[in-house]
């Protein structure tokens, strides 16, 4: 059985050990960004919640990942310290932003997220090879670092590879 680095909502995990695997679950309007580099074997996932650090400084600095403008280069940051260091060599996938609990659009918060992550990602010129994002649904997010592969699972779907 592999040994699991759960990230939480506003958390990152980096891992390159191929025993280990990275999850985070219930991503509903959250935002997961995965980060591989194929050179150094690392791989990352991001947890955001929110789009912009501006509503809430205090908590952008004690925790980064909150935000989409903090959390990917926090990220990033994490990335190069595992091993990358050219953003060539950096694939990036996303999953989630669905809107949920918000029928009427009210709020937005899962499309102002993919807007966010999207605009920060361009900003370094990093675009998704991959993405499952919008919709309704929730979802869990697991990196398999010996397998190379992410896998997305929702009650409704069940498991398949981002």
Not at 41 to 47: M, Q, S, T
Not at 51 to 67: C, M, Q, V, W, Y
């Amino acid at each position: 059985m592999k040994d699991t680095i759960y990230v939480g909502i506003g958390e990152f995990g980096i891992s390159r050990n191929p025993q280990q695997q990275i999850k985070t679950m219930a991503l509903g309007s959250c935002v997961g960004v995965i980060a591989h580099d194929k050179v150094s074997g690392a791989w990352g996932l991001l947890h955001i919640a929110l789009p912009e650090s501006s509503i809430n400084l205090k908590r952008a600095e004690a925790k980064p990942g909150t935000f989409a403008d903090t959390g990917i280069p926090a990220l990033l940051k994490g990335m190069r310290r595992a091993g990358w260091d050219t953003k060539n060599r950096l694939t990036i996938r996303l999953a989630g932003g669905a809107s949920i609990m918000d029928p009427n659009a009210t709020f937005n918060i899962g499309k102002r997220n993919i807007l966010a992550t999207k605009k920060i990602l361009w900003k370094y010129r990093l675009g998704p090879i991959a993405e499952h994002i919008g919709g309704e649904i929730s979802r869990t997010v697991i990196i398999d670092i010996e397998a190379g592969k992410v896998y997305l699972s929702s009650p409704a779907r069940g498991q398949w590879e981002l």
